[in-house]
């Protein structure tokens, strides 16, 4: 068939129509053919594995499904391929702390999952321990170690059972290098100018970056390293922080045993009352008994002369100072239980602190005053002591356990009832005595040694007279003992 003519080819141009604006923008928006990319290509292109690819289409919402090509073969899109490649190296860190559950499912460790949620690996951790339904996991071995592992179906049901708690832990954002390095630098400007506790550093830089507490708290520890003032700083307010414990535990483990009595209560009341209470020793109106007395003649112990030095105690006296010892240890005891009301609601460090002070303060006052009413009884317990001396008996000895009967009559004498210190105080010696001697002879004379006659003949020079004097009281047991074949 012969070619048109030029005449028919130009008569065919004139008969089409020009095409209008409208239809051109039409015809340019209508879709290009989307490149699709088979498994193998984008196993090429993105440099990882089948295994890696399968967990990278399960791991999170932002990849979606693959589109398949009929029933055969799946296939990606060019959008899937450039959201593979934004996050690719975020999924294949993420991937390497993935596992397969026997149930088919797939497991991720504690800062995987933390990173897929956006969320700290310790708040997953808190999760574990909160109110039904908590976030369960199970056990696997992720690179030769034992560790628990969550899978997307536990985050799911604890997503839905707590939905306020985990968009909570979501809302803050993850911390930028720029905003820990002014966290750093604020840190050591506040420093310098002389913040005085760690707390309160932390609360200004917390309040400053708008971050919390804990967050601030363990970026200066990281950094304590390469920052000495933070350190050195972190250091003193660590032993500070220690004392502190240290005198709050001192003031709970304190006891605190007193003698109640009516006008504590009201003396808590009454400040003018409280006052008297804790007033000065009154003076006695008995001169003889309110000046020290020189100590006899014949006396060369030092011991013995030093008892003399301490005025004996009239009646008033005593029953002030065992008043104001009572009262103050009924004060502490108050104090001691609402430092255990305020640790129990978890109070601030600054008022447990001051608390504790007050109160081994307190209770170091009682001290004082119990230790004024020992030494003016100190020779109740010498005369005493020497009605029982004896052959068996050394007058040190006996002292000394006197001593011990005094200080505990005094923590259980009631002033209230009206009676003398000196007439409890003198029955509670005695009895201790009449207690005592006897089970110490029993034994002396039951587990009698030989040698202690060998000891007696050996020449033994003590300097002080006090070692003298117990030494003749040996010599005096061993030669009065009753051999051992003759014990019963």
Known sequence: MPPPSSSLRMATDREQLPITASEHREQREVPAPTRMYTRGEMQAILGISAARLDMLER???????????????TVFSASDMERYRVRIANAQSVVDGAVTTPDAELAFTLPTMAQRLHVSWKTLDRWSTHEE???????????????????????????EAHPEVVSYAQSFSRMTDIERCSIIQLAEQ???????????????????????????????HDCRNDHPVIDQFMKQTAMKD?????????????????????????????????????????????????????????????????????????HEQEAHLFRKMNYLKFRAHGLQKKLVELQQKRGKDTEQTALAKEILELKTQSEHVRNAIIQANLRLVVSIAKR???????????????????MRAVERFDFSRGYKFSTYATWAIVKNFSRTIPNEQRVRARYFSVYQEDFSFCADHRADLSEQVDLKHCETTSRNAVPLSQCP
């Open 190 to 220: 506040l420093v310098q100018k002389g913040c005085p506790t760690i707390l309160g550093l932390l609360s200004t830089l917390a309040k400053r970056a708008g971050r919390n507490h804990e967050t601030v708290r363990s970026i200066l």
């Open 133 to 159: 339904p908590p976030l369960r996991g199970t056990v696997a071995r992720v690179r030769g170690n034992i560790c628990r592992v969550l899978t997307d179906r536990h985050v799911q049901a604890f997503r």
């Open 242 to 314: 220690q004392r502190e414990r240290t005198l709050v535990e001192q003031a709970q483990e304190l006891s605190l045993g007193f003698i109640p009595n009516d006008c504590f209560g009201k003396a808590e009341r009454h400040p003018k009352l409280a006052q008297n209470i804790l007033a000065p020793m009154p003076t006695g109106n008995d001169r003889n008994r309110s000046k020290a007395v020189k100590p006899p003649k014949g006396l060369d112990e030092p011991y013995l002369r030093e008892l003399y030095n301490h005025p004996l105690l009239t």
């Open 388 to 406: 029982y001396t004896g052959p068996d008996q050394g007058l040190h000895a006996l002292v000394s356990d006197g001593n011990d009967s005094l």
């Open 59 to 73: 791991w999170d919402e932002a990849f979606p499904p693959a589109q398949r090509n009929g029933d055969t073969e």
